[in-house]
């Protein structure tokens, strides 16, 4: 490589081994051992960690065993679509839509190995980073740490280095990349793709954009879960956020993790879009230089929600919303009766906690996030002229 990524790049197989043996002998691994395996198996796992010599070993051996045990624990199952698009051998960028900060690259890299397909390197904010803890097991399995924080200056250069990186994976053939299609998770249940990404993208390029682009062969997927990962969580965040800018407290993005990996989130589906050809490339390239950014997250964006999974909380959300029937034939009675339950159950444990919210707007805010995605995608097939329920 051209440049020096040594403090973004991920771990290779000498600094793993030895950061594994540092996860090993960390105390909070305990509480992780318990709720993946139970009590019985925390000094099996120490020891295991302990032997493994590289980043495949603990991707094969670990990885792969711990994010099956949390959708075997926490999901009723995963679908997976569009793996024909990666069987080729060929290196991609892999954008998605983002809603778990942990399973949805976690997930993608379960995916890619089970049907022996090369894993990626991930992208993740070094916000996320809470720990040395964290850091070891991140960085042992793959991560790009992406740098968010410093002065203008040092956000441009370390967004120049990052992007040279990425681009210099793809093109020498070295491995594939994934990272959001914007900064944090959707809270709000619209996947929108951020300019400034593609802007980011543009940085190592030559100037010119068809060409920077497809050789970046950039392939959406479209990630959707049953059950909203942190929604509560979420709803209190843009409750907040209304009101006054939303400042998080230290240890929050830890608290997301854990409860995104732990909460049940019914069916999941993960679907790999075709890429982003040539000819809609030049179609994006044809309008005035910020205009192009727009165009292209637009068919980003198309090909996420033309392949998004709709779930009946999706459905049920919407209806509660729009004070009608349109989607009824998507649900059950009984679905809506167990939705509205646990919708109940979560409010009221986030007002106990916080009697000055109110709790009919809260309310509105948490159907939201699951009735936006209807909403989008049937701006999508029928414009908003359309009566009909998205498919």
């Given amino acids: 490589m051209n440049k020096d990524y040594s403090n973004i790049m991920p771990y290779d197989d000498r600094e793993t081994s030895d950061a594994l043996k540092r996860v090993a002998s960390a105390p909070e691994l305990k509480a992780i051992s318990d709720f993946l395996y139970g009590p019985e198996h925390e000094t099996e796992l120490r020891n295991r960690l302990r032997g493994l010599d590289g980043v495949y070993q603990f991707q094969s051996s670990v990885m792969a065993g711990v994010i ?7 999901s009723s199952g995963l679908s997976v679509n569009g793996l024909e698009y990666l069987q080729d051998g060929r290196k991609h960028v892999l954008v998605s839509n983002h809603r778990d ?11 890619l190995f089970n049907h022996h397909i090369s894993t990626t390197e991930i992208a993740v904010g070094d916000n996320l980073i809470a720990n040395s803890l964290i850091e070891d097991i991140f960085r042992s399995n793959r991560m790009i740490k992406v740098i968010r924080g410093g002065t203008p200056r040092e956000k441009y250069l370390s967004s120049s280095l990052l992007s040279s990186y990425m681009r ?21 249940g619209h996947d929108v793709t951020e300019q400034g990404l593609l802007k980011m993208f543009e940085m190592s390029g030559s100037g010119d954009f ?12 479209a990630i959707s879960y049953q059950y909203e990962p942190c929604d509560f969580l979420k709803a209190r965040e843009l409750y907040i956020s209304r009101r006054e800018r939303y400042v998080k407290k230290p240890g929050e ?17 993960f679907h790999f879009c075709p890429e982003i050809t040539e000819h809609e490339l030049s179609e ?20 996420i929600y033309d392949n998004y999974r709709l779930w009946d909380t999706n459905y049920m959300a919407y209806d509660m919303l729009e004070g009608g029937e349109t989607c009824a034939s998507r649900y059950t009675p009984e679905s809506r009766e167990h939705f509205l339950q646990r919708m109940e159950k979560g409010l009221s444990a ?8 109110d709790r009919d707007e ?12 209807v909403r989008s995608v049937r701006a999508r097939q029928a414009g908003d002229r359309g009566t009909s329920c998205p498919a």
């Fill in 68 to 74: 099956q045990a949390i959708i075997d624990k926490t």
């Fill in 101 to 111: 900060i942990i399973l949805d690259p976690a997930i993608i890299q379960l995916v």
């Fill in 168 to 188: 210099e994976n793809i093109t020498s053939d070295r491995c594939s990349v994934w990272i959001a299609q914007r900064n944090g998770r959707s809270k709000d």
């Fill in 210 to 221: 068809v060409k920077d682009f497809k050789e970046l062969s950039i392939l959406p997927i």
């Fill in 253 to 269: 993005d830890t608290v997301s993790i854990l409860t995104g990996v732990r909460q049940d989130k019914g069916s999941i589906a």
């Fill in 284 to 303: 994006c390239a044809s309008y005035e230089k910020n205009e192009r950014f727009k165009a292209l997250a637009g068919v980003i964006d198309g090909r």
């Fill in 350 to 357: 986030v007002v106990e906690k916080d009697p000055d919210i």
């Fill in 362 to 373: 809260l309310a509105e805010i948490f159907l939201s996030i699951y009735a936006n995605p």
